[in-house]
């Protein structure tokens, strides 16, 4: 009787032996797929610019006035008043020429006769919001009348850039002399379907570069878009 109780305590000992090892084993296996999957790039789809429709439509505050040095002044204003800083959001939006990537941009303020501003889609949140996400899916139907999952769906934070003065030096980081900046910028990865229609405002001017033109050309384009080529490079791009 005893021989045969330890017997079964021996099987039951190397039954749960058994389970443990495969359990480890298993687990070895899930890292190594995960570590296999941080070695391969992260796939982005674009499509050529052909598959996309610009159309226009009337802005309705053409007296507006948008040059830098208004903007900086309302930044003030909000941030002495509400003693937060702004935050805005802009989307990268890629699509291929010529199975090369091409950045598209707006140009803003061209019916002011004012030095063509080109600048990525979307802009400032208003106070009290505070979902950066939700924030660009209204600038993108406000400015190109895009709807979300209709023309686009939302990607991965690429980079974030900080205002510390009022002026147009961006940094990637809080320089560690700086208590409070002036603006919080996020810049989102916007995957666009494979066809679909834009509507842009008459004043605006929607144009693409390529990725080539805009790296390190700081004499010709700002901080955010030079440095685009650098935050999409973690992608592997299929062209559609």
Known sequence: ???????????????????????????????????????????????????????????????????????????????????VPRTSVYGVILVHKNNFPHLLVLQSNLSMNLKDEIHLVGGRLKIGEDDPVEGLKRKLRKKMSMEYITHYEIGELLGTFYRIGYDKNLYPYIPVHISQVKEIINIY??????????????????????????????????????????????YLMIYG
Do not use: W
């Not at 679909?196 to 570069?209: E, H």
């Open 189 to 234: 990865m916007i995957h666009l379907v494979e066809k679909c229609d834009f509507k842009i405002f008459d004043t605006d001017k929607l144009s693409s570069i390529p990725l080539f033109a805009l790296h390190n050309n700081f004499e010709k384009y700002n901080i955010t878009l030079c440095s685009i080529p650098i935050m999409v490079s973690r």
């Open 1 to 83: 009787m005893e021989e045969q109780e330890k017997g079964t305590i021996e099987t039951i000992q190397e039954e749960e032996i058994k389970k443990e090892e495969e359990i480890e084993k298993q687990e070895e296996e899930k890292k190594k797929k995960e570590n296999e999957h941080r070695n391969y790039p992260p796939l982005l789809k674009i499509y050529p610019i052909e598959n996309y429709q610009i159309d226009k439509k009337e802005k309705l505050d053409k007296l507006k006035q948008q040059t830098f040095g208004y903007q900086m002044e309302q930044l003030k204003i909000s941030v002495e008043k509400n003693h």
